[in-house]
């Protein structure tokens, strides 16, 4: 399942933070990339990749499979990942 999930975050933000435990509680192997950790280049690959999917540049965006979920909506998450 690795590589189907991927949370773009804050470091500083309690919705991300909300979303991060609710995956480790279900147990989901995801990557987490905190946005206003990185650096430089690194930086702005990453947020144009989140622009692609967000626009409006707002954390939490997670991808689960090929929905695109922005804000912690719990029942939102729960279903798409009862679609993996």
């Known amino acids: 399942m690795s590589g189907k999930v991927k949370l773009y975050a804050l470091s500083t933000c309690i919705h991300c ?9 279900k147990k989901i192997d995801y990557d987490c990339v905190y946005v206003d950790l990185l650096k430089g280049e690194e930086r702005n690959k990453v947020l144009n990749e989140v622009k692609e999917l967000n626009p409006r540049l707002s954390f939490p965006t997670l991808v689960i499979g090929d929905k695109c979920i922005i804000g912690f909506k719990k029942d939102d998450i729960e279903n798409a990942l009862k679609e993996l």
Do not use: G, Y
């Open 17 to 25: 933070k909300n979303t991060k435990e609710l995956l480790d509680e």
